[in-house]
């Protein structure tokens, strides 16, 4: 289905996005003058970078940032123009952002150039993605760079493979240098690596530009591990370790909601049995893993109930996501045992489920920040139907608003 940018409802789609990125852009200008949430952490590690050098700032008793070095050497080198002041700081998220959607836009392979731009712009839509993109936090640099690899190694997929050719090399090449740049922005797509493993086996006449991507992303990326003598800098180390799979659930909550404010039919069974018993097992995992004390967006509800009845409301949204992240987990299984033989698709789903899992190794706390590194790969796995019509309008305008009431209470609350 050829879908024309010009004639509504995809005309109205489009406005809807691009308004929702404006609205982003004035919160941003007009947002506080000084730093917030973990701003001071990250813009603190780049100060002692210029003030004691890589080595010393990276494995600094002192270092209160988690991330690795991507975020600061962004931030160095622009500091000329942000000077590390609030707001301009918070501008490069939002360059960043806009990459983002571009690469997406460019990824979609073989559809029309008005569904492209939709499905690009539609991750606006997805209300915890506005803070992150929104303040000065690490999650945007390193998605920038994510976004790249996958779409640097979807083109390789897409050559034909008849034998090997420097074009194919060279998306490899830069597949490797994006994703271990990713990594260097947040460890968590440390995940994706077995995604690329598959491929020897998915698409194994290409296995030479296999090797390639990843024998660069470890040699872009492995130095810091070795430099930390772990996965987070030597400050960290007393918060690393062990596996939370109430973590997992969370993030397979995020990521269900998500998924509704992009494509909601991702999430539709037929079969009132399967739904039943779905509904089930997400009601007792919700009675597990979820914290009363901790629901969804907990300033903003708190901010607009009051204490007790944000926290009740809380708790019953965070057990709807729970029921709903096994709805999306039963449907993506099957989708991706449906596509396992088209090599990209098995890629992007085998991607997308690593990082979903992932945050189950940062055991000493989650945010919904770790879900927003896979809304890249979410976007291009479940896409915006063509035929979602004005309901994608109203999904944006709804995500937009609710992702702009929780930024604000970030800045102001």
Aim: hydrophobic residues 55%; proline residues 6%; contains cysteine.
């Amino acid at each position: 289905m050829r879908l024309n940018p010009f004639n509504p409802p995809a005309r109205w789609q489009l406005i809807a996005g691009i308004s929702a990125l404006a609205l982003l852009a004035l919160m941003l200008g007009t947002s506080p003058s000084r730093l917030l949430y973990d701003e001071p952490y990250h813009i603190g590690l780049a100060k002692n970078v210029l003030a004691t050098g890589w080595r010393a700032a990276l494995t600094s008793s002192n270092n209160a940032s988690a991330a690795g070095p991507l975020y600061p050497a962004i931030h160095i080198a622009v500091s000329k123009l942000t000077r590390f002041q609030v707001p301009a700081i918070r501008w490069v998220n939002l360059i960043c952002l806009v990459f983002v959607i571009i690469t997406l836009a460019k990824s979609n392979l073989g559809k029309s150039v008005g569904l492209n731009w939709i499905n690009g712009l539609s991750i606006i839509s997805v209300p915890f993605l506005w803070p992150t993109a929104g303040m000065a936090l690490t999650e945007l640099p390193a998605l920038a760079a994510f976004t790249l690899f996958v779409f640097a190694l979807l083109q390789a997929l897409h050559l034909p493979d008849l034998k090997p050719s420097l074009r194919s090399f060279g998306w490899a090449v830069v597949a490797g240098l994006a994703l271990g740049l990713s990594i260097l922005g947040r460890q968590t797509y440390l995940a994706v690596l077995p995604a690329v493993v598959s491929l020897f086996i998915a698409a194994p006449k290409k296995w030479l530009s296999w090797l390639i991507c990843l024998a660069v992303a470890i040699g872009c990326c492995g130095w810091v591990f070795i430099l930390w003598h772990g996965l987070v800098p030597p400050s960290q180390h007393k918060v690393d370790g062990g596996i939370r799979f109430d973590y997992g659930v969370l993030s397979l909550s995020y990521v269900a909601a998500a998924t509704w404010f992009l494509n909601p039919q991702w999430l539709k069974i037929r079969n009132w049995k399967i739904i039943l018993s779905l509904a089930i097992v997400g009601a007792g995992l919700a009675f597990l893993t979820r914290d009363y004390a901790n629901p969804p967006a907990k300033s903003l509800l708190l901010k607009i109930l009051g204490n007790q009845g944000g926290l009740l409301i809380g708790f019953c949204i965070g057990t709807l996501l729970t029921t709903l992240a096994i709805v999306w987990a039963w449907n993506t299984l099957l989708a991706a045992w449906r596509e396992r033989f088209e090599p990209s698709r098995l890629f992007l789903f085998l991607t997308l489920l690593a990082l979903a899992a992932a945050p189950m190794k940062v055991s000493h706390l989650f945010s919904n920040r770790y879900v927003v590194g896979l809304l890249g790969v979410l976007v291009l796995v479940v896409r915006v139907a063509p035929t979602s019509g004005y309901w994608l309008v109203l999904r944006i305008a709804l995500g937009s608003l609710a992702g702009a009431a929780s930024l604000w209470t970030y800045y102001y609350y």
